[in-house]
């Protein structure tokens, strides 16, 4: 079984501030962890999706996250906030193989001020 | 390429009445998924379907049915609502094992 955990419902960072949004994962096997973006009232888009592969892993939007086996994390962060980074985030865990399943966290919504 | 397409964007139900959520992809992708949105939540998986006549229960079925007809196409059903199914529906669909999945814009349903 997975499952996943973010830590904190809601971020508000400064514009031009660092932005990290925690997830912390659990799973029987390697799994394959992703995080999506959602933007007011529109469906959910990949950012990034971490597969076994390099353990540091870029994506849209100047983002990017860092796959830490030891401590079960895979944290998204991004160097400089900007207004339109503000959305709900979500981690996901799937194990792969034949489990195809996305598991997901509960979402993280970041706020940007200006 | 539309990617994903869901209909209607918005509903109204009574207590007691059916509907189908509608879902296409032109992708030509063998995964296809419904989720819940519920707020404070996350996404949780309704139904999913590895090809055309292949469907297996999520972990909120309850409710609901589903059916693959073809590769493009993945309607749910709600033959009984119920308030409790207040919610946004998202569907979704994949191509292979790394799991991508691509989303359509939602249905927001309201069951009064």
């Known amino acids: 079984a997975q499952s996943v955990t973010q830590l904190g419902s809601h971020v508000s960072v400064s514009e031009g501030a660092l932005v990290l949004l925690r997830c912390n994962y659990s799973?029987?096997?390697?799994?394959?962890l992703f995080w999506y973006v959602q933007y007011p009232n529109q469906g959910l888009q990949l950012l990034l999706k971490y597969t076994s592969a390099a353990t540091l892993v870029k994506g849209i939007n100047g983002f990017e996250a860092e796959f830490k086996k030891s401590e079960t994390s895979f944290h998204l962060t991004k160097p400089s906030a900007h207004m339109s980074d503000a959305a709900e985030y979500f981690c996901?865990?799937?194990?792969?193989?034949?489990?195809?399943?996305?598991?997901f966290g509960k979402g993280t919504l970041l706020t940007v001020n200006p | 390429n539309a990617g994903v397409t869901q209909t209607p964007k918005f509903r109204i139900l009574k207590i007691g009445q059916s509907m189908t959520l509608q879902c296409t992809q032109d992708m030509n992708h063998n995964y296809m998924y419904w989720y819940r949105q519920d707020p404070g939540m996350g996404l949780k998986l309704i139904y999913y379907s590895v090809g055309a006549g292949i469907t297996d229960k999520g972990e909120v079925p309850n409710g609901y049915n589903v059916s693959r007809s073809t590769t493009e196409d993945f309607p749910l059903r709600l033959e009984l609502a119920a308030p409790s199914q207040t919610s946004v529906y998202f569907c979704a669909s994949g191509r292979d094992l790394s799991e991508t999945q691509y989303f359509g814009p939602g249905t927001r349903l309201l069951v009064l």
């Open positions: 996901a865990v799937s194990l792969g193989g034949s489990n195809y399943k996305l598991t």
């Open positions: 799973s029987s096997v390697p799994p394959y």
